[in-house]
């Protein structure tokens, strides 16, 4: 099994897991960049470019709105984040991110800047395919255009479908012809006795060191053996370009990802720390479903009972049918809940639902606790569920919705699909 996944040879998946791990990265890892770059410093820079092509970027205005855009792109990220209204707070999110990286690079274009406008791209193309995204707020909403017959059926049944990624396909394939165009323009850089003697690589930390001021020791070594410089220069530039052929090709992406991550661990060993969001984006394509499956897999199965004439309790249960990609919880209703657990004497299926697991029956509040239990990626939710006022307060809560969700939920089959 491939540590990363080629999306653009086949962007279905048997979980949507990945997905939503990825919007959680990569909204999080805007969010902090966005925050904490001080973005009012770009106003007080010095105006030279009064002649340029693209003055107009070099307003006061546009410098005077970057500091409001940073809050507002912020608000957007978190909504983003959690999954509500993936289509605007991404898309939105995405083009403020860009306008604001846009009017960066005129005064200073540096590696974070060309690695924050792939990550912005990213945004926008899951705002594109929202509808992928079933572990999100957005999805959990949608279900409340589906009748209670199509729930019960998907909770009993399971999905059996492959999930489409579809913001992953489009975004692995950016990304490599990103790397294709730094490739080619190592190429093309200079005469062929300067590309084959590595001179241009050499360059290029002197240029850093000059820049930040401080000289790298570990650069010394490519700076005074022409080989080594060579090796540098010609290596990078073939595993750039080695990422969009295997995309292409539908061939595995792990061994072009790893030197890609080698290569830009390098870069920050003797350059300093540029390009460090590409960790991030090369870390968006690995195969996050595989390691959940090993996570989950010694989890023991559990049975879960519900109402089934409650569509407001097959909605909340909803998520968690995606999320078990291990078939370790059989969800019953209580019409055909299996006899030997209808007949407990420690139980009242009519009263509450019920997670039955190793012989152990848990009703009601601590039923939802043991069902967050089932999936070890939980595990701080489950322990914060357990302290005792968060477990006085769950306890209310769940016995005033069960009182209640006949009068203030929908509870029967006929209104259901009013």
Not at 85 to 90: C, E, L, P, T, V
Not at 171 to 186: E, F, I, R
Not at 275 to 288: G, Q, R, S
Request: proline content about 4%; glycine content about 6%; aromatic content about 14%.
């Amino acid at each position: 099994m491939s540590a990363f996944v080629n999306y653009f040879a086949d962007d279905s998946r048997s979980s949507p897991f990945n997905l939503a791990v990825v919007r959680v990265l990569l909204g999080t890892w805007v969010l902090w960049r966005v925050v904490s770059l001080d973005w009012g410093f770009y106003g007080e820079w010095p105006d030279h470019h009064v002649n340029d092509p693209i003055a107009f970027l070099h307003q006061d205005l546009f410098f005077a709105l970057l500091p409001y855009q940073q809050w507002v792109v912020a608000a957007l990220l978190v909504s983003f984040i959690v999954g509500y209204k993936i289509r605007w707070s991404g898309g939105l999110a995405s083009l403020l991110v860009m306008h604001m990286l846009a009017v960066k690079s005129t005064i200073y274009l540096a590696g974070t800047v060309e690695s924050l406008f792939v990550c912005a791209y990213f945004i926008l193309l899951f705002a594109f395919f929202h509808e992928d995204d079933l572990l999100s707020v957005d999805a959990l909403l949608r279900t409340r255009n589906r009748s209670l017959e199509q729930l019960n059926a998907f909770l009993k049944e399971g999905p059996n479908q492959e999930y489409r990624l579809r913001a992953l396909r489009w975004g692995l394939l950016v990304v490599g012809l990103m790397y294709l165009g730094a490739a080619w323009g190592k190429i093309m850089s200079g005469p062929l006795e300067i590309w084959l003697s590595g001179a241009e690589l050499r360059q290029d930390i002197l240029e850093a060191q000059v820049l930040i001021g401080v000289d790298r020791p570990l650069a010394a070594p490519i700076l005074e053996v022409e080989l080594l410089g060579w090796l540098g220069f010609v290596g990078t530039a073939l595993v750039q370009l080695s990422l969009i052929v295997a995309v292409l090709l539908g061939l595995p992406i792990t061994l072009s990802a790893l030197g890609l991550l080698g290569f830009h661990t390098s870069v920050i060993a003797t350059l300093g720390l540029y390009f460090i969001d590409m960790f991030l984006v090369l870390v968006l394509f690995v195969a996050w479903d595989v390691g959940y499956r090993k996570l989950a897999a010694n989890s023991n199965d559990a049975t879960l009972v519900y109402d089934e004439r409650c569509a407001f309790c097959a909605r909340c249960l909803y998520p968690f049918k995606h999320l078990d990609i291990n078939r370790s919880v059989q969800f019953h209703s209580q019409s055909d809940v299996p006899p030997e657990l209808a007949t407990r004497d420690d139980v009242n299926l009519d009263a509450e639902m019920y997670l039955f697991r190793d012989g152990e029956a848990y009703g009601g509040y601590e039923a939802f606790r043991q069902l967050f239990k089932q999936f070890r990626i939980f595990a701080p939710i489950t322990l914060v569920m357990a302290l005792p006022p968060v477990r006085t307060v769950g306890n209310r809560a769940y016995e005033y919705l069960a009182r209640n969700r006949s009068r203030r939920f929908v509870c029967n089959l006929e209104t259901s699909q009013s």
